[in-house]
């Protein structure tokens, strides 16, 4: 192998760890964007690679997304009972207690809801009163002024008066995603949460999938050599691989099921795993 591994090499060395982590995030990775948050859709077949993923001897799977968790579930179509875990509203909910009880300090107190109670009514108003034609969408820790699909003007003077109203909010955090902008009461982010999940798992090799800079938290922090951390689209980011949509992503993630299985049934047959777990 090369110092610098390509993505095929660096996902073919993943595939052998004795404990294996695959992370991916939702929208923009697994589900292209649409108008209407509520209509994104995973690209056909990628929620069972991670079903299929997720039932193989050592391999943990988690969608780590900032939607809430309940939105997340429905959209993923992931159920309870499924081994899969999910990360959601960046971190500050999720379906494992591991995760959880590591992202306590960042959680939501009282005081937090009723700072988002007062800043969801201002939003209303300022989008009520001067942009009519920007959207809304209300999460567990968070308010969102979307502008997908608005002209370039009418988008960047929704974006600039809610940032605006959101400097009135002491506490309140802003993400600006693509054509969003999020504003949030939470302090968690997808880095710490993906990697005390890791943690949690023992992860010896973990993937990561991710397109939008709340996921560069994650980037930053998977570091070590056996981590395979893919930038989906473009724009800057500290990941180390690239591909360029959601295509690509579904595509990634049949070749991880490839692969995984391929190491597997070498270890059922007695052939030597690769030495990198
Ligand atoms: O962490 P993610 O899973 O990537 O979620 C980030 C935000 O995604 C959603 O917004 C994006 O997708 C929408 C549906 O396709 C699209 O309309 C919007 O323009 C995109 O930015 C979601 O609505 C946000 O709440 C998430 O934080």
Excluded: C
Aim: net charge negative; no cysteine.
């Amino acid at each position: 192998m090369s110092e610098t591994p390509t993505l095929d090499e660096a996902l073919e060395s993943a595939a052998g760890a004795t404990t294996l982590l695959v992370a991916t995030d939702f929208d923009g990775v697994l589900a292209p964007f649409e108008k209407n948050p509520l209509e994104a859709t995973p690209v056909p077949g990628t929620v069972d690679d991670l079903r299929a993923l997720a039932a193989l001897p050592g391999v943990h799977v988690a969608v780590v997304s900032g939607r809430d968790l309940e939105t997340l579930r429905a959209l993923t179509g992931i159920r309870e009972d499924e081994p899969i875990v999910l990360i959601a509203s960046h971190g500050a909910e999720s379906s494992s207690e591991a995760v959880r009880s590591a992202m306590e300090a960042a959680s939501v107190t009282a005081e937090d809801e009723e700072r988002l109670a007062v800043l969801r009514e201002d939003i209303r108003i300022l989008l009520d009163d001067r942009h009519p034609q920007a959207g809304i969408e209300h999460k567990a820790a968070a308010v969102v002024v979307h502008t997908r699909g608005l002209d370039r003007e009418v988008a960047d003077a929704a974006i600039a008066d809610a940032r605006r109203v959101a400097l009135e909010h002491p506490g309140v955090k802003v993400l600006k995603g693509k054509s969003v902008l999020e504003l949030s009461v939470s302090h968690a982010d997808k880095g710490s949460a993906v990697t005390a999940y890791g943690r949690d798992v023992g992860a010896t090799a973990r993937v990561y999938l991710g397109d939008d800079v709340t996921d560069e938290d994650a980037f930053m922090r998977m570091t070590r050599p056996e981590d395979v951390t893919v930038k989906v689209g473009s724009g800057s980011t500290a990941a180390r691989h690239r591909i360029d949509d959601e295509e690509a992503a579904a595509k990634l993630l049949t070749q991880l099921v490839r692969l995984r299985e391929a190491h597997a049934a070498g270890e059922v047959r007695g052939e030597t795993s690769r030495p990198n777990g």
